[in-house]
C-alpha cells in the first residue's frame, strides 16, 4: 500500500517569531516597536538567572519577579510598560509600505541557541512570566495526576474547575500583549551605555506619589480623606518621602499611609489581603481620624498645631511649626507617630478595648516626656524603653523590632505606670 505523505501539512523546524512592526529613529539607532504575547517573552529574550549578574544589566531578584508574575494574575486590568531590548544584528524588518516604516519584523529566539535581543529594561518582567508560566504549568501537571487516580466525582468535579482555570489564566498569557522596542546596536561598549544612560534617566515614582495613586491599598486608597484631619490638612508632602530640616510640613504621604497601617494592623504589621478585601474605606478613615483627634487633644505641641492655619502659622525665624516641633520634641518624628499609633491600635484590640478618653488621658501623661532631643533622666533612657533609643535621641530607633518593642513597653504602661509618669 502506497501511503502519500503532504510535507505541506508537516511543521517546519522554527527558531524566530515574526511580528507587525514600526521602524523609527532614535539617537542615530533603528528602533523596531512591536507589541508580542506575553507568554513570548521568555521566548524571544533570555530569561534572567537570579543566581548570575549579567554583565551587560543588573542582578535580577527573584521575589521581585515572582510578584510581577502574581499581579499578571490577580489583575484583569494589569498595565506594565514596553520592556527595551537591544538588537545586535539578527532581527529582520521586511518593510510593508513605500516608506520603510511599517513591516514584518522576524526576531530570533532566544530559547535553543544564542540570545540575539539582550534585555535593557525589563528583566524583572521576563523573569516573572517564565516563572508563572512555569506555576500553571507544574498546576495543571499535578491536577492530572490527581485525575488520573481513582477520585470521588465531587472532587473529579472540583479538579476539573481548577483545570480550567488554570488553562485559562494560561491562554490570557498568550491573548494579552506587551510592548517591546527593539534598538539595533552591535556594539556591545556602547548597549552597556544605554543601560547606564536609561538608568540615569529614569525618574523613580517615590513611595508618597506611591501612597497617593495605589488604590490596590486601603491605607492609600483613605488618604485623601486623612489627610482632611485638622492636624495634617495642609501640612502633608504629597511628593517627598523624607522630612528633612527644610520641609515646612509635618508629615510626607508614605508616612501617613505608615500610621494608618500602624493604626489597623500594629506598629509592624501589614494589613492582611483578608482584611484588605473585607475593611471598608469608612471603617478605616474612621478609626485614624479617632488617632488623629486623641493624639490632637493629648498632646499640647500637636493641639497648637491643629488649631493653627498652615498658610499663616510661622514662628520668628520664619519656620513652620512642624519644623519647630521637629526640632523639639519627639512628636516630630515620623517613628513616634507611628510608635503612637501602634500603642493606639494595641490598646482598642482585643474582648475589652479601652475608651478613646481614657487613652488621651494616658497620652497626657506621656506629655512632659515629649522634648527632644532626650536626656539621660528622661523615661526613654531610664525605663524598658532605652534599648529604643540612641542617647540624645530626637526619634527612637526606626528597626522594626525596635518600634515594636516599644510600642509594647509603652502600651504596658497603660496598667502599671514606672515612676515619673
Known amino acids: ?47 534572567p538567572d537570579p543566581s548570575n549578574v549579567d554583565k551587560d544589566n543588573r542582578k535580577v531578584d527573584r521575589l521581585h519577579a515572582k510578584h ?25 524588518f521586511e518593510p510593508a509600505d513605500p516608506e520603510g516604516r511599517v513591516g514584518y519584523l522576524t526576531v530570533p529566539w532566544a530559547i535553543g541557541g544564542i540570545a540575539t535581543l539582550r534585555t ?24 492530572d495526576r490527581e485525575l488520573a487516580r481513582k477520585v470521588g466525582v465531587e472532587k473529579a468535579a472540583k479538579l476539573q474547575g481548577d483545570r480550567d482555570r488554570l ?10 500583549y506587551i510592548g517591546v522596542d527593539i534598538y539595533v546596536e552591535p556594539d ?25 495613586f495605589d488604590n490596590d491599598k486601603v491605607a492609600n486608597r483613605t488618604l485623601s480623606d486623612v489627610i482632611d484631619h485638622p492636624l495634617l490638612k495642609g501640612r502633608v508632602d504629597t511628593e517627598q518621602d523624607r522630612m528633612t530640616a527644610k520641609n515646612p510640613n509635618l508629615l510626607g504621604a508614605k508616612h501617613v499611609a505608615d500610621i494608618t497601617r500602624a493604626v489597623i494592623a500594629g506598629a509592624g504589621g501589614r494589613i492582611s489581603k483578608k482584611a484588605e478585601r473585607t ?38 525665624d520664619g519656620s513652620t511649626k512642624a519644623q519647630q516641633l521637629r526640632r523639639t520634641s519627639l512628636l516630630g518624628s515620623v517613628g513616634m507617630l507611628r510608635v503612637l499609633a501602634g500603642v493606639f491600635r494595641q490598646l482598642r484590640a482585643g474582648d475589652n478595648p479601652a475608651e478613646l478618653d481614657d487613652i488621651t488621658e494616658f497620652f497626657k501623661r506621656l506629655d512632659p516626656h515629649m522634648a527632644a532631643p532626650i536626656t539621660e533622666t528622661s523615661i526613654w533612657r531610664t525605663t524598658d524603653a532605652h534599648p529604643d533609643f540612641e542617647p540624645n535621641a530626637s526619634a527612637p530607633i526606626m528597626r522594626t523590632q525596635n518600634i515594636v518593642h516599644l510600642v509594647g513597653v509603652i502600651a504596658g504602661w497603660y496598667r502599671k505606670a514606672p515612676n515619673g509618669l
Open 167 to 176: 488553562v485559562e489564566r494560561m491562554g490570557r498569557l498568550k491573548r494579552e
Open 1 to 47: 500500500m502506497t501511503i502519500a505523505i503532504d510535507p505541506r501539512v508537516l511543521s517546519k523546524p522554527q527558531d524566530s517569531s515574526t511580528y507587525l512592526a514600526l521602524k523609527t529613529t532614535q539617537g542615530e539607532r533603528a528602533v523596531y516597536s512591536t507589541r508580542v504575547p506575553l507568554l513570548d517573552l521568555p521566548t524571544i529574550l533570555p530569561v
Open 188 to 212: 556591545p561598549i556602547k548597549a552597556q551605555q544605554m543601560f547606564v544612560d536609561v538608568a540615569d534617566n529614569a525618574k523613580g515614582i517615590s513611595s508618597a506619589v506611591r501612597a497617593r
Open 279 to 316: 475593611l471598608t474605606d469608612g471603617e478605616v478613615i474612621e478609626q485614624v481620624k479617632d488617632f488623629l483627634d486623641t493624639i490632637s487633644t493629648a498632646f499640647t505641641d500637636l493641639a497648637v498645631i491643629t488649631e493653627e492655619d498652615p498658610d499663616t502659622a510661622r514662628e520668628s
Open 120 to 143: 535593557i529594561d525589563g528583566q524583572h518582567r521576563v523573569l516573572g512570566v517564565s516563572i508563572e508560566k512555569q506555576r500553571i504549568t507544574d498546576a495543571i501537571s499535578a491536577i
Open 68 to 92: 510581577f508574575g502574581e499581579y499578571l494574575d490577580a489583575k484583569q486590568n494589569w498595565v506594565a510598560p514596553a520592556l527595551l531590548a537591544r538588537d545586535g544584528g539578527g532581527c529582520v
